[in-house]
């Protein structure tokens, strides 16, 4: 007889991160098209922010709803009819700009319908896959798929000039559409399991959703894990996104090239910690790697104070990246091996709330501290900021013995 394949053999691993690098990779390219096209429009620097803010908004306003469609409803058909709205979605607008309509309050509309749709998947795939693999198998597991984001942010903005020198600007936005389309095909060529397939009981969202804060009351480590990983988010995103580039600018007298090595420098220590984690989760608890990681990344924040050229800043940020996977890999598996799984969407809803919401107060912070002080110096306190949540963690006994 023939034997089934499971969610866990080499083939259906292989279909998941492939979807994942895929459609990663046209919300790479989509990012730049649309900012692009928007500044294209009106020259207004102004406008593309707002158009660019109108794509976290979802996530803030949504967020903690679609943790709850993840707990009461089949989380994979939630992960397919998510690439299909977003396809249909995206479609629209190479549509609306053959026809020569260029209004960006539509453009913001359908970036915001877009990632109103986006914002249903993070929350179903996490639980997706603590559901569908075994416990010992978590780190591996989502170490490889986490690694499909990092490539794809280290391919995709590279892919996206290629393209744009043989495509138009519109063609762009149909590439990302057929993104959605192929990653979609390749989910549904995934053997599932028959129990992926039930339905879930659902209750009154209200009552969904703050059972799942009660959930964080009555296991405080949890809590903790996530109230320290938010925290962090505040002194570790808004250095990353705001203040890299002033830091090569002003700083160090940078280029726009210096600072595309710069940011390929960071998807890079990303990619290389992604593969290499695993191994490092067997010789030291799922818990202290979490808090070592906060601590690295801080400490190379740190270090930018002293930093003279662009050589030592793409180093350092090499080593900055690394840490990232070392946090996001630890709390995502922590959050799959010690919660229930149906409590899963919501909790991941709220850690993916946690991290839009304070990169959007993060980036906005940096911004305004850097018109006052200079900006090594707000590298040199957020990156001591960012330690200390990895130091406190570890003083927590509770997380610091998560395994």
């Known amino acids: 007889m023939k034997n089934t394949p499971t969610l ?18 046209g919300d790479a390219i989509y990012q730049l098209a649309l900012l692009w096209l928007v500044l294209d429009i009106t020259g207004s620097s102004v406008l593309t922010g707002l158009v660019a803010m109108s794509a976290h908004l979802p ?36 549509i609306v ?9 539509l453009l913001g509309l359908l970036a915001f319908i877009r990632n109103s749709f986006g914002t249903l998947f993070p929350p179903a795939f996490n639980a997706f896959v603590a559901e569908n693999f075994s416990k010992n198998k ?19 903005p590279a892919l996206a000039g290629i393209l744009l020198g043989i495509l138009t600007l519109r063609d762009l936005f149909i590439f990302d559409a057929l993104s959605f389309l192929i990653a979609m095909l390749l989910l549904l060529m995934i053997t599932l399991p028959r129990s ?5 009981k659902s ?32 002194f570790i995103m808004g250095p990353a996104i705001v203040g890299m580039p002033i830091l090569v600018k002003t700083h160090l007298g940078g280029t726009i090239t210096d600072f595309a090595f710069v940011e390929a420098g960071m998807a890079l220590g990303m990619l290389i910690s992604a593969f290499t984690i695993y ?30 050229s662009i050589p030592v800043a793409i180093m350092l940020i090499i080593f900055h990246g690394m840490g990232i996977p070392t946090i996001t890999i630890s709390r995502t598996v922590i959050i799959q091996r010690y919660t229930p799984a149906n409590y899963h969407g919501r909790l991941f809803a709220m850690v993916h709330l946690g991290v839009v919401g ?5 980036a906005g912070l940096v911004g305004f501290l850097s018109m006052v002080i200079p900006i090594h110096e707000i590298f040199f306190f957020f990156g001591i900021g960012g330690a200390l949540c990895g130091i406190v963690g570890i003083l927590i006994p509770k997380l610091r013995a998560l395994k």
């Open 8 to 25: 866990s053999s080499k083939k259906n691993i292989m279909l998941l991160w492939g979807a994942q690098m895929i459609s990663a990779s």
């Open 59 to 94: 996530a803030i306003l949504f967020g903690l709803y679609a943790g709850v469609l993840s707990d009461r409803f089949n989380r994979f058909h939630l992960m397919v009819f998510a690439h299909a709205s977003q396809a249909i979605t995206v479609m629209i607008v190479p």
């Open 97 to 105: 700009l053959f026809y020569g309509i260029k209004h960006i309050m």
């Open 138 to 156: 978590l780190v591996k597991v989502n170490s490889l798929l986490t690694s499909s984001g990092y490539l794809a942010f280290l391919l995709g």
């Open 196 to 200: 992926v397939s039930k339905k879930k």
């Open 203 to 234: 209750h009154a969202t209200i009552q969904d959703l703050l059972s799942g804060f009660g959930y964080l009351r009555k296991h405080p480590a949890i809590g903790y894990l996530l109230a320290l990983t938010t925290i962090n988010n505040l």
């Open 279 to 308: 191994r490092i989760s067997n010789r030291l608890s799922i818990g202290k790697l979490l808090f070592a990681g906060m601590i690295w990344d801080g400490m190379t924040y740190f270090l930018f104070f002293w930093v003279p």
């Open 358 to 362: 304070m990169t959007s107060l993060s």
